[in-house]
Every structure is written in C-alpha cells, then in structure tokens.
C-alpha cells in the first residue's frame, strides 16, 4: 500500500517533464496562455478593490488597526484568488485536457493516439459537462467536511480529512482526461481510481504540493494531465 502511494505521490512530477516533450509543448501553450491571463487578472482586481473594500470596513476611528488588519486582509482576498482562479480554470482548460492525454498517451505507447469517436466540439462539451459534475460531486462532500471542524474532538481529525479528500478530487480530475478518452464517464472514473486508491491517493498529494509551490502552479494543470495519463498507461489501463 505504502509503494503504491508513493508510487502515485511521482506521476505529478513526471508529467512536468511529459509536458517539455517535442509535440506535447504546443498543447501547454494556450492552457497555459489561460492560466497566466486568468491569475494576473485576479491578482489585479483583487489589488485594484483592496485598498476601497479596507476603507469601507473600517472606521476612520480605527485606522490605526491599518497595518495590523492589511496583510490578513491580503491574505485573506488571495487565497480566494487562487480558489476561484484554480476553479475556473480547470473549467476552461478541460476542453483542451483530452486532446493532451491523448498526445501522452500516444508517446508513452508509441501507437496511435486514443480515438473517442467524438467531433472536437462535441468533446469539448461532454469535458464542460464533466467538469460541472465534479463540481457538484466536490459541493456536495465538501460542505459535511467543513462541518466537523466545529465539532469539538473530531475538529483534530478535521484537516487530515480534508487534506485526503482534496488529494482524491486532484486525482478525479485529472485522470478523467485519459479515461475520457477510452469512453470512461465520471462514475466509471470513480470506480477506477477507487480499485486503485493508495495510487490515487499517492497521486492527489503530488497534485497539492505542485498547486501550491508559487510558479509550478502555473503549469501544474497541464503537468497534471501528462502525469495521470502516464499513471493510466503504467498501472490502470486494461492489459490484453
């Protein structure tokens, strides 16, 4: 169980180098274009309204609060920034995360890449789709989750929990790109990475230490879709 894990925990840091790959760079570009765009936007507003949103909190009385009160609020404002900036972005990539797998995919194996019998728009559409579903799947578990860090004594095992559930939503969304792509839908993803839960786990941690190192986290969308569809071909897809 523990190989497993730590087996799954290298997949994310693999797929940075599957990304600087000859033929898979030109499909990191425009994700990436997205990524940096959507979070110098965020950065922006978020700076822009700062300063306005502090002056109207607090009274003149307590200005001397100021300095104390400015770098939780930054704080504060940011991490909301980069939920939201994830979120969307996730939701706008996800019609170019198919095609990526693909390409890996087709790397790692040497053979043709995986045809889903779909037009490009109606793939795109199905990988919207699939991406509101686990938005709802995410709501859904997230919110009882929230709820046991008010209950006194099981608050201690409150973040562990999190934690393991934030690495198992990384591993359902990326590995939905390279199952999609052999007619795969989200409950059969589940299903999968659940016969293979210390891999998915070991995967999902990989995915929260890229999001969260500053500058990987630009590239770790992509980095997360090369990764996965290298764990798919080494360790779950069905063997002739």
Request: aromatic share 14%.
């Given at each position: 169980m523990l190989n497993d894990y730590l087996a799954g925990l290298r997949y994310p840091f693999r797929g940075l180098s599957l990304i600087r790959r000859r033929g898979i760079r030109p499909l990191v570009i425009i994700p990436l274009g997205l990524n940096i765009l959507l979070f110098a936007l965020g950065i922006f507003l978020a700076?822009?309204?700062?300063?306005?949103?502090?002056?109207?909190?607090?009274?003149?009385?307590?200005?001397?609060?100021?300095?104390?009160?400015?770098?939780?609020?930054?704080?504060?404002?940011?991490?909301?920034?980069?939920?939201?900036?994830?979120?969307?972005?996730?939701?706008?990539?996800?019609?170019?995360?198919?095609?990526?797998?693909?390409?890996?995919?087709?790397?790692?194996?040497?053979?043709?890449?995986?045809?889903?019998?779909?037009?490009?728009?109606?793939?795109?559409?199905?990988?919207?789709?699939?991406?509101?579903?686990?938005?709802?799947?995410?709501?859904?578990?997230a919110l009882p989750l929230l709820l046991l860090f008010l209950i006194p004594g099981v608050n201690l095992l409150a973040p562990l929990l999190w934690l393991a559930f934030g690495a198992w939503m990384l591993a359902l969304e990326y590995a939905d790109a390279p199952m999609g792509n052999h007619g795969l839908g989200f409950r059969d993803a589940r299903q999968r990475l659940g016969e293979n839960l210390p891999l998915a786990l070991g995967f999902g941690t990989g995915m929260l230490i890229l999001t969260l190192v500053p500058v990987l986290n630009f590239v770790a969308m992509p980095a997360g879709v090369a990764g996965a569809t290298a764990l798919w071909v080494d360790r779950m897809r069905p063997r002739d």
């Open positions: 700076v822009h309204y700062l300063g306005a949103g502090l002056d109207r909190l607090l009274p003149e009385w307590l200005d001397w609060l100021r300095w104390l009160l400015w770098p939780l609020f930054v704080i504060g404002v940011l991490a909301v920034v980069f939920f939201g900036f994830t979120l969307v972005a996730n939701l706008l990539g996800a019609p170019f995360n198919g095609p990526l797998a693909a390409r890996v995919e087709s790397q790692l194996t040497r053979g043709p890449a995986p045809d889903s019998g779909l037009t490009w728009y109606r793939e795109a559409a199905v990988a919207v789709l699939n991406e509101l579903r686990k938005l709802l799947y995410f709501l859904l578990r």
